[in-house]
C-alpha cells in the first residue's frame, strides 16, 4: 500500500477546521485534525507546501518512521505549528491502518481497557446564581463531572464566559484580536466562595473541575490549591505557565488538591520534569497538538509509571477527528483519567460524521474501523473559513498578561 495523494480542506461549519485527507493506492483513505485554533493557515500552508510532497509514495503502515521523519529530519523540532501538523498526519495514518485491517484503532494499540471513558463539560455562568443554573443543566443531562467557571464580581471580562447568554466561543472574527483584562486579587478571592457554594448545592458524587488558565504565579496557584482542598476538585488545571515546570514544584508543596496541566505542550519534553517528578496528577496533552496517536502513547506509558492519568484536551475548537483519535487513545491505555467534551454546532456535526455513542456522561466506541470517523467534503466546501482571533488579556494597569 502506497500512498498516492494528500489534500488539506479547511473550512467553518461553526468555527474554523483544518483537515488532512491522506489517500492510498487502495481507495482506503484516512483523515486527521490539524485544527490550531486562530493560526489555522499556518498549519495548513505548513502541510501542503513542506510535509505532503514528503508523505506521497510512503507506506502508511510505517506511522513510526514517517512521524520520526517529520519530527526529527526536519531539524527545526517541536512548536505548535510543527507538532500540529505532524499530529495530523499521524492520525490520518492510524485511520488508513484501522481501515485497511478492518477493525477498530483502539485494537491496534492494545485493544480495551474499558468499556466505556467517562467525560467532562463545561458549566459557565456570568455571576454565582447563573453558574449554579448551568451546572445544575449539566448534571440532569446526566454529566458525572463538569468544569465551573463564573464571572467574577468587579470583572468585565473572564475566560470561559460569553457576556451574552450564547455559548461560550473565544475565537472572534477579526483583523486583530480583541483585549480583555484581569485582576488576580478579585479572582482568588471569589472562587473558593463559588466552590463552596456549588459543593453545597450539589451532592459529593459530582466531580468538580476548575481552569485557571495559566494566569496565576505559584504562591498565588498554591493559595487558591489550598483554599479549595474542603470542596474535594477532581482537579485544578493550568493554573500556572508552565514554561518553567520547577515553578510546580511550589505549588505541590503547599496544596493536596490534584492539578492538571498540559493543553498547550507539544512534546513529552514539555511535560517530562513533571512527570517524573510527580508534580502533577493528570498530563492534558491532546492528540492532534501533541503530534499524534504515536508520541501520546509513550507519553502515557511514562506517565503511568509515576501514577499520573490522561485528561487529553478537547474543546469544540478540535474537530470530532481529534475527539475519536483521543477515545480510542483512551479506551486503550491503562491510565485514562476523564475526556473533556463540550459538543459541537449542529452544522459541525452536518459535515463530521461520527460514529461513537454519548450517553450520560459517558462515550462508549463503536466497532466501526478506523477511527470511526468521516467527512462530506461536499458540504465541507459550503463552509468558508473567515479569520478569527483568540483574545488577549492585559491586567487592569495595562500590563499584557497570560490568557
Known amino acids: ?40 493557515l499556518a498549519v495548513a500552508t505548513y502541510l501542503e507546501k513542506h510535509l505532503i510532497p514528503c508523505l506521497i509514495g510512503r507506506d502508511p503502515f510505517d506511522s513510526e518512521d514517517i512521524w520520526h521523519y517529520f519530527y526529527r529530519g526536519v531539524y527545526w523540532r517541536r512548536g505548535a505549528v510543527n507538532m500540529t501538523a505532524i499530529g495530523a498526519i499521524d492520525m490520518a495514518l492510524w485511520d488508513i491502518k484501522g481501515k485497511a485491517l478492518d477493525v477498530p484503532v483502539y485494537k491496534l494499540l492494545g485493544g480495551k481497557s474499558r ?99 495559566h494566569r496565576l504565579t505559584p504562591i498565588e496557584a498554591a493559595r487558591l490549591g489550598k483554599e479549595l482542598e474542603p470542596f474535594n476538585l ?10 518553567l515546570q520547577e515553578g510546580f514544584k511550589l505549588l505541590r508543596q503547599h496544596t493536596s488538591t490534584p492539578l492538571a496541566v498540559g493543553e498547550i505542550f507539544n512534546t513529552i519534553y514539555d511535560c517530562q520534569d513533571l512527570i517524573t517528578n510527580q508534580l502533577i496528577d493528570y498530563i492534558r496533552m491532546t492528540i492532534a497538538h501533541g503530534g499524534g496517536i504515536t508520541p501520546m502513547l509513550k507519553i502515557a506509558s511514562l506517565a503511568g509509571l509515576y501514577h499520573i492519568k490522561t ?38 456535526m452536518e459535515v463530521f460524521k461520527f460514529s461513537h455513542d454519548f450517553k450520560n ?34 491586567l487592569e494597569d495595562g500590563t499584557l498578561h497570560s490568557w
Open 1 to 40: 500500500m502506497k500512498i498516492i495523494k494528500a489534500e488539506v480542506i479547511v473550512c467553518a461549519p461553526g468555527r474554523n477546521f483544518v483537515t488532512i485527507k491522506i489517500e492510498t493506492d487502495q481507495g482506503i483513505y484516512g483523515l486527521g485534525d490539524a485544527t490550531l485554533n486562530g493560526r489555522e
Open 115 to 213: 468499556q466505556k471513558l467517562m467525560a467532562y463539560t463545561h458549566a459557565q455562568g456570568r455571576d454565582m446564581e447563573e453558574t449554579i443554573d448551568k451546572v445544575a443543566e449539566k448534571v440532569a443531562q446526566g454529566y458525572q463531572a463538569v468544569r465551573v467557571q463564573s464571572g467574577v464580581p468587579g470583572m468585565k471580562d473572564i475566560y470561559g464566559i460569553s457576556n451574552d447568554k450564547k455559548s461560550y466561543e473565544p475565537a472572534i472574527i477579526g483583523q486583530k484580536p480583541i483585549e480583555e483584562s484581569w485582576n488576580t486579587s478579585k479572582y482568588l478571592n471569589y472562587i473558593p466562595k463559588l466552590f463552596s457554594k456549588v459543593r453545597e448545592t450539589f451532592s459529593d458524587d459530582l466531580h468538580l473541575l476548575h481552569d485557571a488558565h
Open 234 to 243: 477532581f482537579w485544578l488545571e493550568d493554573t500556572i505557565p508552565a514554561e
Open 311 to 348: 485528561g487529553c484536551h478537547g474543546p469544540s475548537d478540535l474537530s470530532p477527528i481529534n475527539l475519536a483519535a483521543c477515545l480510542h487513545f483512551g479506551t486503550a491505555i491503562n491510565n485514562f483519567g476523564i475526556q473533556e467534551y463540550m459538543g459541537y454546532a449542529d452544522l459541525t
Open 361 to 394: 456522561g459517558f462515550f462508549t466506541m463503536s466497532e466501526a474501523p478506523g477511527l470511526g470517523i468521516d467527512m462530506d467534503f461536499e458540504k465541507a466546501k459550503k463552509h468558508q473559513y473567515k479569520q478569527a482571533y483568540l483574545p488577549v488579556n492585559r
